[in-house]
């Protein structure tokens, strides 16, 4: 049995930062590639960051990118999103997904990854 499970998320007040994690048992993350995804209420679930399998390639959503960053600790068996000058548009649940041997990417779309963590709330709000 693999599990697959995201923590970190909480109430911010807009401009703060949180750091999501994405942690991993019974494999290893260093074999997948692994999305980060997000869904609020009445909206489509959004890929907001991708690293590929082994850490060569990364993606971000334009409506993160130079505010969010996805990065690869091996020893721990954990992918991260850190997420700083957070807006209130931000506020969704945050999914981690994983998916083997996709070493080539350039999107994150939601049907490349089959394995799908729990979620983790982020309310970024005063």
């Known amino acids: 049995q693999s599990q697959l499970v995201e923590s970190g998320g909480g109430l911010v007040q807009p401009g703060g930062s949180l750091r999501l994690s994405c942690s991993a048992s019974?494999?290893?993350?260093?074999?997948?590639?692994i999305g980060w995804f997000r869904q609020a209420p009445g909206k489509e679930r959004e890929g907001i960051s991708c690293?590929?399998?082994?850490?060569?390639?990364?993606h971000y959503a334009d409506s993160v990118k130079g505010r969010f960053a996805i990065s690869r600790d091996n020893a721990k068996n954990t992918v991260y999103l850190q997420m700083n000058s957070l807006k209130p548009e931000d506020t969704a649940v945050y999914y981690c997904?994983?998916?083997?041997?996709?070493?080539?990417?350039?999107?994150?779309?939601?049907?490349?990854?089959?394995?799908w963590g729990q979620g983790t709330q982020v309310t970024v709000s005063s």
């Open positions: 019974g494999f290893t993350l260093d074999y997948y590639a």
């Open positions: 690293i590929s399998t082994r850490g060569g390639a990364t």
């Open positions: 997904a994983a998916e083997p041997n996709l070493f080539i990417l350039t999107s994150c779309p939601g049907e490349d990854f089959h394995s």
